[in-house]
């Protein structure tokens, strides 16, 4: 199974949730660059997406995900660590992620809410005041 059916594998669960945004195979693999992963025992564990957003020195975190199995044990902290490096890596200054959930998680690990208002243009036209998900923000440059 190549890796962006066993990162759809591993997100399915989560979008049937809410908690992550659908993706089809076909997005995930054509993106796959975009993401950074973490297996154990040759399994799939936890996956997030990168993407530049080619504004601002912003890169937006998506599609993060840690299967149950490993919830609880560092592994989503470990996976933040890796998303930052690719972002600092890339030259980005700041990252962002939108979410419904979790946000006691994303202020712990030193990022902070933020307004629509400040998200890069292209970004603020997607966003989906439907889905009401919050904002949260991290400058990276301090990080390495």
């Known amino acids: 199974m190549d890796i962006a059916q066993q990162i759809l594998n591993?997100?399915?669960?989560?979008?049937?949730?809410?908690?992550?945004?659908?993706?089809?195979?076909?997005?995930?693999?054509?993106?796959?660059?975009?993401?950074?992963?973490?297996e154990r025992s040759g399994k799939l564990v936890a996956c997030v997406g990168l993407k530049n957003c080619q504004e601002g020195g912003m890169g937006e975190i998506y599609a993060l995900a840690v299967s149950?199995?490993?919830?609880?044990?560092?592994?989503?902290?470990?996976?933040?660590?890796?998303?930052?490096?690719?972002?600092?890596?890339?030259?980005?200054?700041?990252?962002?992620?939108?979410?419904?959930?979790?946000?006691?998680?994303?202020?712990?690990?030193?990022?902070?809410?933020?307004?629509?208002?400040?998200?890069?243009?292209?970004r603020q036209d997607l966003f989906d005041y439907q889905r009401n998900s919050s904002i949260f923000f991290k400058d990276i440059r301090h990080e390495n």
């Open 68 to 122: 149950e199995q490993v919830q609880n044990q560092g592994v989503s902290v470990d996976l933040l660590n890796k998303v930052i490096q690719k972002a600092f890596a890339g030259n980005l200054s700041k990252v962002f992620a939108l979410s419904k959930h979790n946000a006691d998680w994303f202020l712990k690990q030193g990022f902070v809410e933020m307004e629509i208002s400040e998200l890069p243009k292209k």
């Open 10 to 38: 591993l997100i399915t669960p989560f979008v049937k949730e809410g908690k992550i945004l659908p993706r089809t195979y076909a997005q995930i693999s054509s993106n796959i660059t975009d993401f950074v992963w973490i």
